[in-house]
């Protein structure tokens, strides 16, 4: 990210070790470079919260646990990036990712992104369009990396995260306690899964109000709502042909200012033929000039861009989304303003 824009190193430097961590409502997932090899690792922990917003103080030796088994014995890593759920929103200080890994790893640089912007790197690298992300939430982010970002949704399960895991959870476990009741509009075949799943439906109650991420809980409901819908359960199908709408306006509202370009990124959209059509669908009925590009990564490959291009001082804040801390200057102020759709 240079002063006016992020645009990635034109002459990426070779350095002792690059770090990219995807920090997701399904778990951590890094990629870590180092001489000259890229290694793989992630968990499939709940984010850890705290009154709803995101821990970092947990959070922060979860990463370097990860890290750790992704590269033993690596040593140093002078740059990493970090792509966090809950950034804008309910991450409150993420200079705590900075105390918490900077001595551990001997990092020169961080930088802490929502992860609708590493998702954005991954799925585009650095030019300009619209990237939605969907797992257990979801967040559209339409951006040129420079003046213009636009958010759409990331509202969190309860308020918003339309079409993502945890909605499609919530919507499948609505039809089940339907179909249980005896009530219009309910699938006995989701009914089943729920039993089979949860157990008896004040079970599932008890589970949902105790848990520390419900909206990790609804989505792992997720898979069976998909496994009813292939199924041929026309409730599941018609829960996931939603989804792909509501995932298409999404990506539409954050369009504005655009070439109207898009792409994907999350674990949901390996959903695929269940999401992708009404999906595609519904952004080429509201905007017939769309055009489709199969993401060439994931958020956790979009961090690792990012640690690179933050090697040789590429990156610049963009307050809320794009945080930057430096061993000489911590953190470093942002510059540029930003616009939510």
């Known amino acids: 990210m240079s002063q006016t824009g992020l645009t990635g190193p034109a002459n990426p430097p070779d350095h002792a070790g690059l770090v990219g961590?995807?920090?997701?409502?399904?778990?951590?997932?890094?990629?870590?470079?180092?001489?000259g090899t890229i290694t793989h690792g992630e968990n499939a922990m709940p984010v850890p919260r705290d009154k709803g917003r995101v821990d970092l103080e947990r959070l922060a030796p979860?990463?370097?646990?990860?890290?750790?088994?992704?590269?033993?014995?690596?040593?140093?890593?002078?740059?990493?990036?970090?792509g966090i759920t809950g950034l804008p929103g309910l991450v409150m200080d993420p200079a705590t990712l900075w105390?918490?890994?900077?001595?551990r790893f001997g990092l020169d640089t961080l930088v802490v992104a929502g992860d609708a912007v590493t998702t954005h790197v991954g799925a585009l690298?650095?030019?300009?369009?619209?990237?939605?992300?969907?797992?257990?939430?979801?967040?559209?982010?339409?951006?040129?990396?420079?003046?213009?970002?636009?958010?759409?949704?990331?509202?969190?399960?309860?308020?918003?995260?339309?079409?993502?895991?945890?909605?499609?959870?919530?919507?499948?476990?609505?039809?089940?306690?339907?179909?249980?009741?005896?009530?219009?509009?309910?699938?006995?075949?989701?009914?089943?899964?729920?039993?089979?799943?949860f157990g008896h439906p004040l079970d599932l109650v008890a589970l949902v109000h105790e848990s520390d991420s419900a909206a990790h809980l609804l989505a792992s409901f997720t898979p069976l709502v998909a496994e009813a819908a292939r199924a041929g359960d026309p409730?599941?199908?018609?829960?996931?042909?939603?989804?792909?709408?509501?995932?298409?306006?999404?990506?539409?509202?954050?369009?504005?200012?655009?070439?109207?370009?898009?792409?994907?990124?999350?674990?949901?959209?390996?959903?695929?033929?269940?999401?992708?059509?009404?999906?595609?669908d519904t952004i080429r009925m509201m905007l017939p000039a769309a055009r489709f590009v199969q993401p060439h990564g994931t958020s956790a490959d979009g961090a690792l861009a990012l640690a690179r291009a933050a090697a040789d001082g590429s990156v610049r804040p963009?307050?809320?989304?794009?945080?930057?801390?430096?061993?000489e200057r911590s953190p470093i102020p942002a510059e540029d303003s930003i616009n939510q759709a």
């Open 125 to 197: 690298g650095f030019r300009q369009g619209v990237v939605v992300a969907a797992g257990t939430g979801v967040i559209t982010l339409g951006t040129d990396l420079g003046g213009t970002w636009n958010q759409s949704d990331g509202w969190g399960y309860l308020l918003g995260d339309h079409g993502g895991g945890a909605w499609i959870g919530m919507q499948g476990l609505h039809a089940a306690l339907r179909a249980h009741d005896g009530r219009v509009g309910g699938s006995p075949a989701l009914r089943d899964h729920m039993t089979a799943r």
């Open 318 to 327: 963009h307050s809320p989304y794009v945080h930057v801390f430096t061993a």
């Open 235 to 280: 409730v599941a199908r018609q829960i996931w042909n939603e989804a792909g709408r509501q995932l298409g306006q999404t990506a539409v509202a954050a369009a504005s200012g655009l070439d109207p370009l898009f792409s994907w990124g999350g674990r949901l959209f390996e959903a695929a033929g269940l999401l992708m059509e009404p999906f595609q």
């Open 99 to 103: 105390r918490g890994l900077r001595d």
């Open 21 to 35: 961590v995807d920090v997701g409502g399904g778990g951590i997932r890094v990629r870590a470079e180092y001489a």
């Open 62 to 82: 979860q990463i370097a646990a990860v890290i750790e088994k992704a590269a033993p014995g690596a040593g140093r890593f002078t740059s990493m990036a970090i």
